[in-house]
């Protein structure tokens, strides 16, 4: 319960507001509507806070509100709760209120900035790709320029360490396609095609796909988060002031390692795939020797290649998206944030649309 | 050994609390620590540490650097409990506080952490609102009005919507000390408020907690090695010193700076190398 007291009385055409006892938040937010509905259109207002006691800004803030440009005041009595109005008004004559935002939609000025902006990060994006392969080419002479140690780390992380997920997630994908397949397959009696179809549509497909979809949302973000804390951090900067190109040291050898892990991923993917789809074969009743046996006859070794150069590339655009994400990253607080989001989103529209263009190539070249 | 330094007769530019303390009955303790010791593994930071800050004093915090300011600083503050002593703030210990009590006292303090710890999504005047929002029912119109104020009187009132990132460094300081005073705190604990900031700024600065102390009552706790505003803010003081793995000194800076005999205080405050 407020220990402090209100009245709004109306004398001779003035309203006036009385305060008394101690008002602070508790009371000023208990007593901020009443106050206001009974000041609410009153063309001349008296605010007596003579009798109060305590004031803390929460209250001075309700005394100020209600006053207005033409209130006439009567002060405080207390010497503190003076000094804490005195104080506020001080403050508050020294702010000046935000400008509020007049937004006007003007489409054409507005497609003009957009495309602008567009043109702007494309012009960077390019430059990004350039400066990448002049540096990687420049690298391949001189491979002693090549930071071994950090390209060493990078396939760890990249590779070794994202082995459990990709045996997890090719035996689950692998026994998931082989049931879900086995159920129209054996109303025609073909189930011993299994193989033939997960084989298949894993080397040639969902190997490298699923693989890069671990490579993105793990290796690209990574980079991306990396990167964007040491540019947020000057680190990037420092490296440029020592004569230090960091482009030879942070992006290469980080490209480097997310192209060579990605044919190892997929083939990890691939074999974990192959041996979930054979524990289901072995329970609709055909013997590890029958699924090998159509694997050997269906699956050409073009299918296990061709899967594997797609990966390569899917690992060349995840690891530059990613290192694109960090090293543009902006300077504020959240920009970490945005550019792991950036790589990872970047990453998974990269290996789509590469994966579409292979899939036409493939076809063009009869594979 | 700490090493105690009398204050004597008052000085220009004191404030309330460094001339009651001349008087005859000191200001009561808002903080105290006894035999405060923190440690990190099998790291002593500090052991034996014992102080009191009275009512409206500035307090300064200070030591060089890894001596563990802002270890007792997170103590004071409640955010780690010591491994040994007592610490209690405006008579209450953070130990046995839980819930609402410590909201309560949380309510009663306010902190400016060394970069000044704004949401960078938030624009200053939110930044201010927000202790406000989550300690009062207060409508949206009052807090708002509340941040205005509090920023005006930091010298910030053109600055009300921009975002943290958009100011220098001196500012975000600034903010600071607004959102960290949005609650009309009793006790403000200021981590480093001069650090990275050039000569003119930290100047500004000090006379910004200054004359804060001054008209408001406040009692702060300052923790900083920056010797100017030391010896600009500081009503008292204690030294901290990583050798010594405790306190070594306790009193007047100005005081210490000129009379103390401890070869570590000396180097300190002459800004000799040891």
């Known amino acids: 319960m407020p220990t402090d007291t209100f009245s709004a009385e109306t004398r001779g055409g003035r309203l006036h507001l009385r305060f008394a006892g101690p008002l602070d938040r508790a009371a000023a937010a208990a007593r901020w509507d009443e106050a206001h509905r009974a000041a609410k259109g009153a063309p001349d207002v008296t605010l007596d806070a003579g009798e109060v006691t305590s004031l803390d800004a929460g209250g001075a803030a309700l005394l100020v509100s209600l006053a207005g440009h033409e209130a006439a005041w009567v002060e405080p009595q207390d010497p503190a709760a003076k000094g804490t109005l005195e104080r506020f008004r001080k403050g508050l004559s020294a702010a000046r209120p935000a400008m509020p935002h007049h937004y006007r939609f003007r489409p054409v000025s507005a ?21 990448t392969i002049l540096t990687a080419l420049g690298i391949l002479p001189r491979p002693w320029r090549l930071r071994w140690a950090e390209l060493l780390r990078h396939l760890d992380e990249a590779g070794t360490q994202a082995f459990p997920l990709c045996m997890l997630l090719g035996t689950l994908i692998g026994l998931i396609l082989a049931f879900q397949s086995s159920v129209p397959m054996r109303q025609f009696g073909a189930e011993i095609f299994i193989p033939q179809l997960v084989g298949i549509s894993l080397t040639r497909e969902l190997g490298p796909l699923l693989a890069g979809v671990i490579l993105a949302g793990r290796t690209g973000s990574a980079y991306a988060a990396e990167l964007g804390t040491m540019r947020v951090n000057e680190e990037v900067d420092a490296l440029k002031t020592m004569g230090l190109d960091p482009m030879a040291w942070l992006v290469v050898p980080r490209i480097l390692a997310s192209t060579l892990v990605m044919p190892a991923l997929s083939m990890v993917m691939n074999v974990t795939g192959l041996i979930g789809m054979a524990i289901v074969m072995a329970t609709l009743g055909f013997p590890p020797i029958a699924v090998l046996n159509q694997l050997e006859q269906w699956l050409s070794i073009g299918d296990l290649a061709g899967g594997l150069a797609k990966s390569a590339a899917f690992g060349l655009a995840i690891g530059y998206v990613g290192c694109r994400s960090g090293l543009s990253a902006g300077r504020g607080p959240r920009a970490v944030g945005d550019a792991a989001t950036g790589a990872v989103v970047g990453g998974i529209v990269a290996l789509v649309l590469l994966d579409g263009l292979f899939a036409i190539l493939f076809f063009r070249l009869g594979w | 050994m700490t090493e105690p330094a009398q204050t004597e007769g008052p000085t220009e530019g004191q404030t309330e609390a460094q001339k009651e303390a001349q008087t005859d009955t ?45 270890t007792l ?6 955010l780690m409990p010591p491994i040994n002593g007592e610490i209690a703030v405006l008579d209450e210990e953070w130990a046995k506080l839980e819930g609402e009590a410590r909201r309560g006292l949380l309510r009663r303090i306010g902190v400016m952490w060394q970069s000044g710890a704004l949401l960078g999504s938030l624009t200053l005047a939110e930044n201010v609102e927000l202790p406000i929002e989550a300690h009062s029912k207060l409508p949206q119109a009052a807090r708002a009005l509340v941040a205005s104020a509090k920023l005006g009187l930091v010298g910030l009132g053109d600055a009300l919507d921009r975002l943290p990132a958009e100011i220098s460094g001196g500012m975000l300081k600034r903010a600071g000390i607004a959102r960290a005073m949005a609650l009309d705190p009793e006790i403000l604990f200021l981590d480093e408020p001069s650090a990275g900031l ?77």
């Not at chain 1, 003009?112 to 350039?130: C, I, P, Q, S, V």
């Not at chain 2, 035999?35 to 102080?51: E, H, I, P, Q």
């Not at chain 2, 010594?244 to 405050?269: C, N, W, Y």
């Open chain 1, 111 to 131: 497609l003009g900035a957009y495309t602008l902006d567009r043109y702007r990060k494309f012009l960077e994006r390019a430059g990004f790709m350039g400066d």
């Open chain 2, 26 to 70: 000191p200001p009561e303790a808002v903080i105290r620590a006894r035999d405060v010791a923190m440690r990190f593994g099998r790291r002593t930071v500090f052991k034996d540490v014992t102080f009191d800050v009275r009512r409206g004093e500035i307090f300064v915090i200070l030591g060089g650097s890894g001596c563990g300011k802002s």
């Open chain 2, 73 to 78: 600083l997170k103590l004071l503050i409640g």
């Open chain 2, 198 to 274: 050039d000569p003119i700024t930290s100047a500004g600065l000090d006379q910004l907690i200054l004359s804060l102390a001054r008209e408001t009552g406040t009692t702060f706790v300052v923790v900083t090695h920056e010797l100017q505003s030391i010896l600009a803010i500081g009503d008292r003081c204690i030294m901290l010193d990583k050798d010594a793995q405790g306190m070594i000194a306790e009193g007047d800076p100005k005081k210490l700076r000129d009379e103390s005999e401890h070869p570590t205080v000396r180097a300190f405050f002459r800004r000799e190398a040891m």
